[in-house]
């Protein structure tokens, strides 16, 4: 047996570990004065997702939901939730407003803990606390059938400031590349795709719900490899040779941002699909917009590339403006960076144990940020707000 296959991990679920390493991840925030606020990867447009079978990303109807009420200070759970996703399974519809009413009902009164009221206090430069979810949208991260406005997508968002507490949510607009060569990025507008990208009547209705709902929202453009090009179908979750993601893009591309480069073509395709978005985001009264969203690769280069964008952003966009970094990448040093709002931090906890041959830590490793979070963030950042994605 080859003890680096991981084939079988897809198949593991253990809720215990998503659940320990919420508390893991809180407990350490706590501690942490420059840490302003969290974000957790991913809760779905698509309202019949999770519950305790479900090995994906959302802590819906699990037991991390309730760890994540203790310290949101959200409501704490009688077993709504789960009446909830039962009643959506059963009936494969939508809820009636009774067995709806019903569920609810078991969702008692907030109850905070008075000890985490630092994550409910708005810092002194932003004004504001970010505790809540990236949106899984129906472009590549939830179902096709649950578009951003719907009556599902709505109902899974009062699912979540319900049963969390969140405050906020991020919406995702999903763009695609062919592979790490390509200099083009691009939208997917088939309606027939299953990857097809959000529309901007479809952001703009989610964004308006949200601040109907008193959500505070953050606005980010993704990309990712176009996973039904034959190139790369067997790509997505595999961790095959050859198999790249949204991080190594202009992997082979070197230094070079002069005009006419490669670097430099990329970034006028990426800098207009971002400007785009950020008028978008500040006509539909967006609080923050992410600059980039994992792009380690790009990130590194072309500092002045990124710091003409980061301008052009902030002459059409007047909220916050941040992007996610990994604790270490280069960027940090950059002149640019250092202009941020904010500055994030990924990372994506699963109730699956960590992948083999890795053994997975324990509770007081997680607990003192053993893998998880960074330790020294960049000073000049931290003088703002330093959020967890």
């Not at 969702?107 to 990236?134: E, M």
């Not at 009547?201 to 505070?216: D, F, S, V």
């Not at 990924?346 to 007081?364: I, L, N, V, Y």
């Amino acid at each position: 047996m080859d003890p680096y296959d991981d084939s079988a991990w897809l198949l593991v679920v253990d809720v215990s570990c998503q659940d320990n390493a919420y508390e893991a991840l809180f407990r350490y925030a706590l501690s942490k004065p420059y840490i302003h606020g969290v974000y957790l990867w991913l809760w779905r447009s698509d309202p019949t997702t999770g519950g305790t079978y479900n090995g994906d990303f959302t802590p819906f109807a699990k037991p991390a939901e309730t760890t994540l009420r203790r310290w949101y200070g959200g409501n704490i759970s009688g077993g709504g939730a789960a009446a909830l996703l039962a009643a959506r399974r059963g009936a494969r519809l939508e809820p009636t407003a009774a067995q709806r009413a019903a569920a609810r009902a078991a969702i008692r009164a907030p109850s905070p803990d008075n000890t985490l009221a630092r994550f409910h206090a708005p810092h002194p430069v932003t004004k504001r606390t970010f505790n809540g979810f990236c949106v899984g949208t129906p472009d590549e991260w939830s179902s096709p059938f649950y578009r951003l406005g719907s009556a599902g997508s709505l109902e899974s968002l009062d699912d979540m400031v319900e049963t969390t507490g969140a405050d906020s949510v991020e919406v995702i607009a999903q763009w695609w590349f062919d592979d790490v060569n390509s200099t083009e990025i691009y939208p997917i507008q088939d309606a027939g795709s299953p990857l097809r990208t959000s529309t901007d009547e479809e952001l703009q209705a989610y964004i308006a719900a949200a601040k109907q709902r008193g959500l505070k929202t953050v606005f980010t453009l993704m990309l990712d490899p176009n996973w039904l090009l034959p190139a790369q179908s067997h790509c997505r979750d595999t961790g095959n040779a050859g198999c790249h993601w949204r991080g190594e893009l202009g992997l082979f591309w070197g230094t070079d941002c002069s005009p006419g480069s490669a670097w430099a073509a990329w970034h006028a395709g990426y800098a207009d699909a971002t400007l785009h978005y950020a008028r978008l985001a500040w006509a539909a009264g967006v609080d923050s917009f992410l600059l980039t969203h994992e792009l380690y690769g790009p990130n590194d280069n072309c500092p002045d590339l990124w710091a003409a964008l980061l301008a052009g952003v902030r002459a059409v966009f007047s909220g916050s403006v941040s992007t996610v970094i990994r604790n270490g990448d280069r960027p940090a040093g950059h002149p640019w960076v250092s202009d941020l709002d904010y500055v994030r931090f990924p990372w994506h906890p699963q109730p699956r144990p960590p992948r083999s041959p890795h053994p997975a830590p324990t509770h007081a490793q997680t607990t003192a940020g053993h893998r998880l979070l960074p330790k020294h963030p960049p000073a000049a950042l931290c003088g703002a707000l330093c959020a967890l994605g």
